[in-house]
């Protein structure tokens, strides 16, 4: 059998992880998300990219139809405040000015 990319990545993940879930005494091995996500973490880039690419072609379809659909519907409120407003729109620069006047605040 030949090897796929997604295989080769996840043999990489599985790897990089030292976790044998092909090993019947381990196969119920489970790792804390803190634990997974540090570990992931700590893979070159190119591999967290083949990775975070095969996380998101799992995503079913249908959800992010219902996520796509959302976004539209945020996009389509936020642009009738901004026509029902325009004086409360602001800038790029402005908007980073805020961000920062908050975080000196807090």
């Known amino acids: 059998m030949a090897d796929t990319g997604a295989e080769k990545v996840g043999d990489l993940a599985v790897a990089a992880l030292d976790i044998d879930f092909r090993h019947e005494s381990r196969k119920d091995a489970r790792m ?23 996380l998101y072609a799992s995503v079913p379809a249908e959800w992010q139809k219902s996520v796509d659909q959302a976004w539209l519907e945020e996009v389509e409120r936020r642009s009738a405040e901004m026509d029902e407003a325009p004086g409360m729109i602001l800038t790029h620069e402005e908007f980073l000015a805020g961000i920062q006047f908050q975080s000196r605040k807090a």
């Open 32 to 54: 804390s998300t803190a634990a997974l996500t540090q570990t992931l973490f700590s893979l070159p880039v190119g591999e967290r990219i083949a990775l975070a690419d095969q």
